[in-house]
């Protein structure tokens, strides 16, 4: 997920944890039903039917949330073609270089990741590259995920807007969420990782 979005939440997890309780129901019904054959005889023909609901509801719940996130378990090469190795050779040494400006300065420029929906797929097009093309162009030429590189536009901006007058009045909340951060805990968590400060320790420390 960090290949693609911006911004990660727990709950974007959820529907993760209800498959596995899910299974987990299923393989505790099951073994409940296996003892109670075992050790108190109980048999009846309909207590097969009841491990297979379950097991059916919980494949039903994974096809569903897995359509629904098809561009993260999709292959890349049923989505879009990537560069070939050639294409990835030849832009090695001409183009690289041109494009890291290019990410540098629309980010810059437009300031793309003060929006806290941004995805991969929004950059690449601005851009004009394919998102496998760009997000190996991250990876393999930046050494960052997309999800850490707009994080880390979003922490240079709050630490500007931390140090200005201008953001007096507002709450860290109301600063984080002005940079992109869609939550309080992912705004700190991040802040803290990169400056190893509260942003409200860095705000003291810059007055």
């Not at 707009?150 to 953001?167: D, G, H, M």
């Not at 969420?177 to 860095?202: N, V």
């Amino acid at each position: 997920m960090k290949q693609h979005y911006s911004d990660i939440k727990e709950k974007d997890f959820s529907w993760l944890q209800f498959f596995l309780l899910s299974i987990s129901a299923v393989i505790t019904v099951d073994l409940i039903i296996t003892l109670l054959e075992i050790f108190f005889k109980y048999n009846v023909f309909w207590d097969d039917f009841i491990t297979l609901i379950f097991l059916v509801i919980a494949i039903i719940i994974l096809g569903y949330n897995g359509l629904k996130q098809s561009t993260i378990f999709l292959p890349y090469f049923i989505i879009e073609k990537p560069f070939t190795k050639k294409e990835y050779k030849s832009k090695k040494s001409e183009d690289f270089s041109a494009l890291k400006l290019k990410i540098e300065k629309i980010l810059d420029q437009k300031k793309l990741y003060l929006h806290s929906d941004l995805t991969l797929r929004i950059l690449s097009e601005e851009i004009n590259l394919s998102e496998r093309s760009l997000s190996t162009f991250l990876n393999n030429e930046m050494q960052i995920s997309f999800y850490d590189l707009i994080n880390k536009y979003r922490i240079e901006e709050a630490k500007k807007r931390l140090r200005s007058n201008e953001y007096n009045k507002y709450t860290m909340e109301g600063i984080g969420e002005s940079c992109g951060f869609k939550s309080r805990s992912t705004f700190f968590k991040i802040f803290k990782k990169e400056t190893d400060l509260s942003p409200s320790a860095f705000k003291k420390n810059s007055i």
